[in-house]
């Protein structure tokens, strides 16, 4: 690992010793794989080599600025001109904090004790820019944005963005990065915070609080108007049972509801403990009274209640948003409301903040609205700020905590070697997360990973980040990298194995390839079940492309670019035709396809890559060929 010293360039050079380099074609996944895994302004220079031959990807070289931090805390200050850059473990001064949203005053004295604080609220964004570089630190909630103007006008001074909160949409992740600085923020104080606002909607909605104290303040006396539910007795759906949601869960218990819960890594066991059962997403939106959403906002999870969902639904269910409004389609939930499908929703967040004042959805009488209140208590902005401000301090000494949420450092002899098997890694997570079926809580995930080399020999934390991520992102909250890898799986109750084994390949290479199992769980897709009873896929490097090898008990290969359809099937002629000709009349491009199977004219597995998702329509043909007997679309 690269030694925290004083701010300085660590390494600056081409880093061309690996024999097997990332291919010269897909610089945007290598970009990609910085921004997961560096903690640096990155300059990438690259440079085409031709072949070595067809069994080895061709050869690139980049270099890599990697920068790392280390302060002092010695008192004395002294002016500088705002274009210098300082260095932190000299000491001339003590840093300067930005502070442009308020925050509990607690944490203000943390961050006093450290360096020079200015708090300087409502700057517009020009002001900021102009404000930022003479700034080493920023701290910030939702209400600024932290664009890619802001590092740049920073000149590489700023190393810290802090938000104080969960979310990070207001800070552009990829231009921190770049410009080499860390972002960290304050996920846990302000749990209790939003579980109590969630809980006080549904008692608010559920008996017409807000509706009737209108009413009377408007001088009327409608008792017969608001007769309300009672909630005893009444199934709550918990969707997302982390944190905020198992709160929820707990508390709506002590009211007499039954509570279900769809996460697919919530523990089964905390879950019993709570006295709650885990089911699939449909039978959570299906079955309850009233639902509670606590999912964080990804492209898996915008926009998940819609029409189709709605429709899923019982006449008259209650919702609750205290999470975030773009898991929501508003239009869907307005017409919902007016069908009756949806009785009533209290909401406390919004796609757009604040909404506009003529939202048919603020303005309709059956929705209770309060302005993104969740974690406004006292005791909650006093946690986040002390949080967020010993995060803040902590990367100003050069410490990486686990609520960093981008740019790790990783030596560069590792990054150089491992680079071409990052993609691969990170892919296999993404593919074998979503073989899982709904409702399945995932606790054991082992990594199987293959080389000539000696297992001691290999450092694969790496590689082992990457499938973490891949397994964890696309339905989480949760940013994963190298730093916090180990620490969010545990976070959400999911233990990863490594296993190496020693085969007979080039030890020139690190890694021939690996494998993802994940185990006491059911499948989507049960010709992903290994002959031990777990989920199984394998996938190796070829000609600098990830490669999916292996599914369940079926060898397949096809490169893992774009998306990807598995199908089962009887192993007779035509197949490939048959579904190569709808994926045509349905306009999808088809990139590589490939068949394996265990016994001839028996059972067969055909792996489709398709530049496109496929239509509902070209989907439901594929299924309806006889001789297809399972099928599923996998998101890369």
């Known amino acids: 690992m690269a030694s925290t010293s004083s701010l300085k360039p660590i390494f600056s050079s081409p880093l061309t010793s690996s024999p097997s380099p990332p291919s010269p074609q897909k610089p945007s996944s290598l970009l990609s794989f ?7 302004p990155i300059s990438l220079k690259l440079s085409s080599n031709p072949p070595h031959n067809n069994s080895h990807p061709r050869s690139k070289s980049f270099a890599v600025t990697n920068v790392v931090l280390k302060t002092d805390t010695s008192p004395e200050t002294t002016s500088v001109p705002s274009n210098y850059t300082q260095d932190l473990g000299s000491p001339l001064t003590k840093p300067t904090i930005l502070v442009s949203e ?11 004790e450290f360096g020079h604080v200015e708090c300087l609220y409502d700057l517009s964004p020009d002001q900021l820019c102009s404000k930022i570089s003479s700034c080493d630190a920023l701290i910030v909630r939702s209400g600024t944005k932290v664009t890619r103007q802001v590092f740049q006008a920073s000149n590489g001074r700023l190393k810290v963005v802090g938000r104080a909160g969960v979310g990070i949409d207001n800070v552009d992740l990829q231009a921190a990065t770049e410009f080499g600085c860390l972002v960290v923020n304050a996920p846990t104080a302000n749990t209790v915070a939003a579980a109590e606002h969630g809980i006080a909607l549904l008692a608010a909605m559920a008996r017409n609080v807000a509706q009737a104290d209108a009413s009377i303040k408007a001088g009327t006396w409608q008792r ?14 918990v969707m ?11 508390r709506a218990k002590g009211l007499g509801m039954n509570v279900i819960a769809h996460d697919p890594y919530a523990p089964a066991d905390r879950a019993r403990a709570l006295g709650v059962d885990l089911v699939s997403f449909d039978q959570a939106i299906g079955t309850a009274d009233f639902i509670s959403l606590h999912m964080p906002l990804t ?36 017409k919902a409301l007016d069908s009756g499908i949806v009785a009533q929703a209290a909401l406390d967040v919004f796609t ?15 929705v209770t609205v309060t302005p993104h209140l969740g974690a406004s208590t006292k005791e909650a902005q006093e946690g986040v700020a002390i949080e967020i401000a010993e995060a803040v301090v902590g990367a100003l000494k050069g410490e ?42 995932i606790k054991s995930v082992k990594v199987v990973y293959k080389s000539a080399r000696d297992p001691d020999d290999l450092d694969t934390r790496l590689l082992r980040a990457m499938i973490t991520k891949g397994i964890i992102e696309p339905i989480s909250s949760s940013f994963v990298n190298l730093v916090n890898a180990d620490f969010t799986a545990k976070e959400k109750g999911l233990r990863i194995s490594e296993e190496r084994i020693v085969v007979d390949s080039s030890p020139e290479f690190p890694i021939d390839s690996i494998q993802v199992q994940i185990s006491n769980v059911e499948s989507k897709f049960a010709s992903g079940i290994s002959d031990n009873g777990d989920i199984s896929i394998e996938g190796k490097v070829k000609y600098g492309t990830p490669h999916l090898t292996s599914v369940g008990s079926f060898a397949v290969d096809v490169s893992l670019e774009g998306n ?37 004219r028996k059972k067969a597995i055909m792996a489709i890559g398709v530049d496109e998702k496929p239509d509902k329509e070209a989907l439901k043909k594929i299924g309806e060929i006889p001789a297809i007997e399972e099928f599923v679309f996998l998101k890369l």
């Open 34 to 40: 910085l921004h997961s895994t560096t903690s640096t």
């Open 102 to 112: 308020k925050i509990g005053e607690k944490g203000l004295e943390v961050l006093r």
């Open 400 to 441: 990486l905590s686990a609520t960093a949420v981008n740019a790790p450092m990783v030596p560069p002899e590792v990054l150089s070697e491992l680079s071409p098997y990052v993609e691969l890694a990170e892919k296999l997570g993404r593919l074998a997360v979503q073989l899982v079926a709904g409702g399945s809580g």
């Open 240 to 250: 997302g049972f982390g944190k905020v949601g198992s709160e929820v869960a707990r």
């Open 352 to 366: 757009k903040e604040p909404p506009p004042k003529d939202s048919r959805l603020v303005q309709h009488e059956n």
């Open 224 to 237: 017969n108007k608001y007769v309300g539910v009672s909630l005893v007795g009444k199934t709550l759906a």
């Open 299 to 334: 492209p898996a999870t915008s926009k998940v209640f819609n029409d189709e969902t709605f429709a899923k639904m019982k006449k008259g269910v209650r919702i609750v948003n205290v999470a975030r409004g773009g898991v929501i389609d508003e239009d869907a939930l307005v």
């Open 564 to 600: 990807l359809i598995l199908c089962r099937q009887v192993d007779q002629p035509g197949m490939i035709g048959q579904v190569g000709n709808i994926l045509g009349e349905h306009n999808v491009n088809v990139s590589f396809m490939s068949v394996g199977r265990t016994v001839r």
